[in-house]
Nanobody, 128 residues
Framework: QVQLVESGGGLVQAGGSLRLACVASGRTFCWYTMGWFRQAPGKEREFVAGISRSGGSTDYADSVKGRFTLSRDNHKNTVFLHMNSLKPDDTVIYYC?????????????????????WGQGTQVAVSS
């Protein structure tokens, strides 16, 4: 059974840090491109970051570039989103997702429609 489980969300003050984790199960993790998206109520899901199958390539939305770092541990079937210098605008639900068909990180991997499987989401709240 395919499953993605996020953790690590919570409440933090502006300028603080959080580390989100997403553990995958049910298939060969290293075959999948991984992405993080976030979604505010009433808005479309927004790309945050993506990482290639090997972890050698990453891509970030302009809004988080320089503050967030995405990494993966294929031995532990886990992807990590390190979030630093958090802002109140980062307050939303964060979702991890995976896709088998994406061979590279690029424009397609920024599109949430490309992804096959999704986690249940984890809430991040940043107070000012």
């Amino acid at each position: 059974q395919v499953q993605l489980v996020e953790s690590g969300g919570g409440l933090v003050q502006a300028g603080g840090s959080l580390r989100l984790a997403c553990v995958a199960s049910g298939r060969t993790f290293c075959w999948y491109t991984m992405g993080w998206f976030r979604q505010a109520p009433g808005k479309e899901r927004e790309f945050v970051a993506g990482i290639s199958r090997s972890g050698g390539s990453t891509d970030y939305a302009d809004s988080v570039k320089g503050r967030f770092t995405l990494s993966r541990d294929n031995h532990k079937n886990t992807v990590f989103l390190h979030m630093n210098s958090l802002k109140p605008d980062d307050t939303v639900i964060y979702y991890c997702a995976e896709d088998y068909s994406l061979a590279n990180i690029g424009l397609r991997s920024r599109n949430f429609h490309e992804y096959d499987y999704w986690g249940q989401g984890t809430q991040v709240a940043v107070s000012s």
